[in-house]
Nanobody
Framework: QVQLVESGGGLVQPGGSLRLSCAASGNGFIINTAGWYRQAPGKQREFVAG???????SYADSVKGRFTISRENTRNTVYLRMNSLKPEDTAVYYC???????????????WGQGTQVTVSS
């Protein structure tokens, strides 16, 4: 079964750091493009950061200079390093990725289950 498995969320004080991981499982599937989104209580899900197959990155203005998205293709994993965290970063963070089966041009879009990030003193 193909899925995205997230980890790394938790409770952190303002100014602290966390690193989220998103690993794709399923034989023969690799991550093409990927992104992180978040949803705070009572708000719509919003884009946080994205990374292309070639490593190009993009960020929401609210996280530029504080968050870094990266990928480790040998582990089929995407990361989100979050520094200088603020209370307004509190949300459930979701990984989204286009997965490709090796040898096929077809792509399939998947969402992870979400991981809670809480920034509070």
């Amino acid at each position: 079964q193909v899925q995205l498995v997230e980890s790394g969320g938790g409770l952190v004080q303002p100014g602290g750091s966390l690193r989220l991981s998103c690993a794709a499982s399923g034989n023969g599937f690799i991550i093409n493009t990927a992104g992180w989104y978040r949803q705070a209580p009572g708000k719509q899900r919003e884009f946080v950061a994205g990374i292309s197959s070639g490593g190009s990155t993009s960020y929401a203005d609210s996280v530029k200079g504080r968050f870094t998205i990266s990928r480790e293709n040998t582990r089929n994993t995407v990361y989100l390093r979050m520094n200088s965290l603020k209370p307004e970063d509190t949300a459930v963070y979701y990984c989204n990725a286009d997965l490709m089966r090796v040898g096929s041009p077809l792509q399939y879009n998947y969402w992870g289950q979400g991981t809670q990030v809480t920034v509070s003193s």
